[in-house]
């Protein structure tokens, strides 16, 4: 990443559904990803445990993630960054800054579902220590009715 200094990570509950929802659609027009709406993040973050982190550049939105945390254990159920700071590190720094706060929370495994042809986030993922630990058949559905199949992965944090 080029520089951290003017980057912030701050949390967004449902006050921050539309800026979420803005970004998402931005960050996945494409036929393999559902287009989720502001009503979608206001349920998602209205169930408990559900958290969402927003990465800033000074006040300018970069991306963000949506986790949900029961007990040990934490989920991915969203992560995205907008395409024109993508190839900066912002993804590996949100995420790494995530892994950090899970684990001082006491979660043993992170995990995720990610599109097997999402090159990019894979080798994210792996740059994490994430690894794949199965695969979900036809999970994801485009709107020419195509389906790909869900990589599961995850990653063990230290005690």
Known sequence: MKSKKNISISEVGVEGAALLSVIHKEAFYSEYVQQWQQ???????????????????????????????IKDEAEIITFCILPKWCRNGYATYLLEWVISRLQKQSVKRFFLE??????????????????????????????????????????????
């Not at 408990?48 to 990465?55: A, E, N």
Request: proline share 4%; net charge positive.
């Open 114 to 159: 990610v599109n097997e042809n999402n090159d990019a986030a894979i080798k994210l993922y792996q740059k994490c220590s994430f690894k794949i630990i199965g695969r979900r058949k036809g999970y994801y559905k485009g709107h020419h009715g195509l389906k790909t199949d869900a990589l599961v992965m995850q990653i063990q944090l230290p005690d």
């Open 39 to 69: 009503k979608d993040f206001v349920e998602l973050l209205s169930i408990p445990g559900t958290v969402s982190f927003l990465i800033s550049n000074v006040d300018q939105p970069i991306g963000f993630i949506l986790i949900r945390n």
